[in-house]
């Protein structure tokens, strides 16, 4: 009983230590199915990538994104913002949410277009600290 034990434990152990691809309810994500990347993982949505974001890392569009309500940056992140030559654009109708990205923490912004349909591209937030780079418009 004992010898099983060990040995289950240790295909646990050995089983922790295989990178997992990351994967959803329509199989693993890929550029094509997905909206970011950090690194050599992708996210179904922006908002997803900026709520695993690690400090320092950088978040690349895969795709041109919509959203219909702000893209928002906790404080305490701090991260790139890659757009890959793409657009990020928020689309709602209501001026409440128009706003396409909400930054409450330090973000830098590289490579891409942001665009707003009734409100802001960026808004900063209090004691935040927005960079945009050339080539951003």
């Known amino acids: 009983m004992k010898k ?19 994967a959803t309810e329509g199989g693993t994500l890929t550029a094509a199915n997905s909206e970011a990347q950090i690194g050599d993982l992708y996210y179904k949505t922006l908002a997803d990538a900026v709520d695993k974001v690690a400090n320092g890392d950088t978040i690349k569009l895969v795709k041109d994104v919509t959203v219909s309500s702000p ?15 793409k657009t990020l654009i928020n689309n709602s109708s209501s001026r409440n ?3 396409t990205i909400t930054n ?21 937030g209090a004691n935040s600290k927005t960079t945009i780079e050339p080539g951003v418009t």
Do not use: R, W
């Not at 034990?5 to 050995?14: F, G, H, K, Q």
């Open 4 to 22: 099983l034990l060990s040995t289950i434990m240790a295909l646990v152990m050995l089983l922790s230590l295989v990178p997992m691809a990351v």
């Open 71 to 85: 893209v928002t940056i906790p404080a305490g992140k701090e991260f790139t913002l890659d757009l890959g030559g």
């Open 97 to 99: 949410y128009g706003t």
């Open 104 to 124: 409450n923490g330090t973000l830098t912004v590289v490579n891409g277009t942001i665009k707003s349909e009734k409100n802001n591209g960026i808004v900063a």
